[in-house]
């Protein structure tokens, strides 16, 4: 059996929360999600033949998918799905069908697990992975090879076709719900004429979350050319690899799409096993893309102890919430190689912390900075623009509270309504969205979709000015000039600092 594992290209960006100068055809990491489907299933059936390719990342065109999709003949392709590449995704769907015809195409990824009914109902698309995928994508291999229909298969939904029989209730817009029993809908394929083709949508149960995560393995990079990646905040290292040592996060923040989701984590021996293996083979930078490493405390300090006991001698970064960065986490950190903590401060004003349930003052916040000075540890702030009413002098002054701060690294991202977080949801309830725009999109794509903020003061455009301006103001500043020319140690850095100036001062293509 011949199984693909693809990232599509991106062709058409969405404008969200990020400014399009800096975010478009950026440098880019190794999707974890999907890499680590990919390792699961090469290393529980090595009978399957199987290819990886991100075509991001390889630079690969629909028409190159065409020709890949021609030479190696998948019997099924899985696609990775972000709602941002919900169009071009299944615009690959339907080049992969139209290139092979026998080739099943299965959607994953995190738009898919919001929208599984709807991505299934897509035209090209036979088979939807939502939750964690690794066990649902391999039980879904296994079944495909044997020749039979995934039921039973937790966490995955398919079609079945037949000829006759046409359940109204479908047509006239009934909803199934993804848990309880397996739903059947049937909804009518006209292929012109009066030919007609009957197929049932079925959602299977809910796959319950991984609750160990050392029983996923470490994702293979040898799937990927690992020099492809790279970011443009990276310090100039040949290779940093990302890790992941937990997924989840219990807190509240309203905007956050995995906000409330269970806590777990990967042993702080498997974690340091994983970087000590390729230490030994030169790698010196990990960064972590775990949204908040640091939520068991207990278990991060362990970690970090873990790595200096091991003496890895490696540099890495990561993600915590404000809260937990107390004096011995910020300890560990430093001692553990930690190079760069990113930090959700959103906003320097209360009455905006409290709107996002943040759950953090501008005390702790200032406190924490400063502490974070005192050791040498830098720290990259995730701030929020476009909240609420919020005007643009009071954007313009979130620089003035870094500056004042002494932040090393800043992203300010337009607050935007994200399909199905609780900020979406009140928006819909208090009448700011007339209509839900993600459940449109998801039924009926468009390439020119634009996602919805909150602002209530400037139109997207406006808002996507300031936040250029607020961008140019902080990096620009003197200060923050000279501390990234400083760490300028190869004509990598070099490369990279000047491609993120030149997308600062709005020159397209850098
Ligand atoms: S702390 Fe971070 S990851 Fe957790 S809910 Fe808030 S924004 Fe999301």
Redesign the pocket.
């Known amino acids: 059996m011949k199984v693909m594992l693809m990232v599509p290209p991106e062709k058409h960006y969405m404008v969200a929360s990020t400014h399009k100068a800096l975010d478009h055809k950026r440098e880019a990491r190794p999707l974890l999600g999907i890499l680590s489907v990919a390792t699961y299933l090469k290393n529980r059936r090595p009978d399957v033949e199987l290819k990886f390719i991100d075509c991001r990342a390889e630079g690969l065109t629909f028409e190159d998918i065409a020709q890949t999709i021609r030479e190696f003949q998948p019997d099924l392709v899985g696609l990775t799905c972000l709602t941002f590449s919900y169009y071009d995704t299944l615009h690959t769907a339907r080049i992969i069908k139209e290139s092979c015809q026998t080739a099943k195409v299965c959607v994953g990824g995190w738009h898919v697990t919001l929208y599984p009914q709807e991505t299934l109902n897509q035209k090209d698309v036979d088979y939807v992975v939502f939750g964690e995928g690794e066990k649902t994508f391999l039980e879904l291999v296994d079944a495909v090879s044997q020749g039979r229909h995934p039921e039973g298969v937790l966490g995955l939904g398919y079609k079945l076709q037949s000829t006759s029989k046409m359940n109204s209730r479908w047509l006239d817009g009934g909803s199934p719900q993804v848990t309880g029993k397996p739903v059947m809908n049937e909804y009518t394929v006209r292929h012109g004429g009066d030919h007609q083709q009957i197929k049932q949508v079925m959602l299977n149960h809910e796959r319950p979350v991984e609750e160990n995560l050392d029983d996923i393995d470490s994702p293979d990079f040898s799937l990927v050319d690992i020099n492809r990646y790279s970011h443009i905040l990276d310090r100039g290292f040949d290779v940093t690899l990302p890790m992941e040592s937990s997924r989840g996060?219990?807190?509240?923040?309203i905007?956050?799409?995995?906000?409330?989701?269970r806590f777990r984590s990967r042993s702080p021996e498997f974690i340091a096993t994983e970087m000590e293996r390729w230490a030994a083979k030169g790698v010196r930078s990990f960064f972590f893309v775990d949204?908040?490493l640091t939520?068991n405390k207990p278990r991060a300090i362990q970690l970090f102890k873990e790595i200096v006991r091991r003496n890895l001698n490696v540099e890495f970064k990561v993600?915590s919430?404000i809260d937990r960065l107390d004096d011995e986490v910020m300890l560990w950190m430093k001692r553990a190689g930690v190079s760069r903590v990113s930090v959700?401060i959103?906003s320097s004003k209360q009455k905006y912390l409290d709107l996002m349930q943040?759950k953090i003052t501008v005390e702790q916040i200032e406190d924490c900075l400063a502490r974070a000075r005192k050791i040498d540890l830098p720290v990259f702030a995730?701030m929020m623009l476009g909240l609420p009413g919020q005007t643009r002098q009071e954007m313009l002054e979130e620089v003035d509270f870094l500056k004042k701060n002494k932040v090393e690294y800043a992203s300010f991202s337009v607050l935007t309504l994200y399909p199905k977080t609780e900020m979406h949801r009140i928006a819909l309830a208090n009448g700011v969205l007339k209509e839900d725009p993600w459940q449109s999109f998801a039924e009926n794509p468009v390439p020119e979709m634009q996602a919805p903020y909150a602002n209530g003061l400037y139109s997207g455009e406006e808002l996507k000015k300031i936040q250029l301006e607020v961008t140019r103001r902080f990096y620009f500043s003197p200060r923050i000039l000279y501390r990234r020319i400083r760490e300028v140690n190869s004509f990598k850095a070099l490369k990279q600092r000047a491609k993120l100036a030149l997308r600062l001062l709005g020159i397209e293509g850098a």
């Open positions: 996060c219990p807190f509240t923040c905007f956050c799409d995995i906000r409330k989701t949204d908040n939520a993600s919430r959700g959103e943040k995730f």
